[in-house]
């Protein structure tokens, strides 16, 4: 079992920056991939970025160029930098962790972007 632990949401103005930080339970290394997923309300998860065990990373369109995914296997801990944040960035933010065909996930994290 994989217990992950998402930190570092919270209100910020349009245009700030937030970082999130996900802490797994075990080794990272032994991830086939990593990644951040978003929900709004009344919408469906959907990726933001991942970062695979070689340090490959995708985003989606509408965070490239704003967020950052990294990960640090020494802490057994992801991130997710996220920079000119929009309203349309607030969510709640889930870490997932996939090994052998299988997720698991965070309990997620409320990031609100107003003024």
């Known amino acids: 079992q994989v217990q992950l632990v998402e930190s570092g949401g919270g209100l910020v103005q349009p245009g700030g920056s937030l970082r999130l930080s996900c802490a797994a339970s075990?080794?990272?290394?032994?991830?086939?991939?990593m990644a951040w997923y978003r929900q709004a309300p009344g919408k469906l998860r959907d990726l933001v970025a991942s970062?695979?065990?070689?340090?490959?990373?995708n985003y989606a369109d509408s965070v490239k160029g704003r967020f950052t995914v990294s990960r640090d296997s020494d802490k057994n801990t992801m991130y997710l930098q996220m920079n000119s944040l929009k309203p349309e960035d607030t969510a709640i933010y889930y870490c997932?962790?996939?090994?052998?065909?299988?997720?698991?996930w965070g309990q997620g994290t409320q990031v609100t972007v107003s003024s």
């Open positions: 970062i695979t065990s070689s340090g490959f990373t």
């Open positions: 997932n962790f996939r090994r052998w065909g299988l997720d698991f």
């Open positions: 075990v080794s990272i290394d032994g991830a086939d991939a």
